[in-house]
């Protein structure tokens, strides 16, 4: 894999790891990695609101699915899980693998207290919606 080269400012502001490229969890990182995407998105001349990657010619409507797929094709970024130590090459990956690895276990801690709301078995919060409670606990929860 290449690592992307920063200048000395730039390297205070964005983590590096020397054998896989940029962690990605700052705002700097973040900013960097969105240049980059910028880089592969094409509209179409022909189609309109159609947008394509340069790279490999997928094409979408959606402007987040576009990003989405364009950091496959990105080599010098990875995500870092911050829960465990492991690393992804996509966000999707690391959404993927936090809901599978972490927040299955805290699922089991959420309870319907009647119909309509859902309640954290582990602090006073509760919602109407059940995904907000799994959110919660993936965000205040996870150790």
């Known amino acids: 894999m290449s690592i992307l ?3 000395e400012e730039a390297k205070d502001d964005v ?3 020397k054998l896989h490229g940029i962690l990605v969890q700052d705002e700097a990182s973040l900013n960097e990695m969105e240049s980059r ?3 592969f998105i094409q509209r179409s001349e ?6 394509y990657c340069v ?10 699915h576009l990003k989405e ?4 094709h990105l080599e010098d970024f ?3 899980c911050k829960h465990c130590q492991q690393t992804f090459k996509t966000r999707k990956r690391r959404r993927h693998h936090i809901d599978k690895a972490h927040l299955n276990k805290v699922r089991k801690s ?3 207290i009647k119909i309509g709301e859902w309640q954290c078995d582990n602090c006073m919060f509760n919602t109407h919606n059940k995904s907000y409670l799994e959110n919660h606990m993936g965000s205040c929860h996870l150790s």
Do not use: A, M, W
């Open 46 to 51: 022909k189609e309109e609101g159609i947008l």
């Open 78 to 80: 990875l995500h870092p």
């Open 15 to 17: 983590s590096v790891n």
């Open 37 to 39: 995407i910028s880089q």
């Open 55 to 64: 790279q490999c010619h997928y094409s979408t409507p959606r402007l987040s």
């Open 69 to 72: 797929h364009i950091e496959n």
């Open 5 to 7: 080269l920063l200048d």
């Open 110 to 112: 959420r309870k319907q």
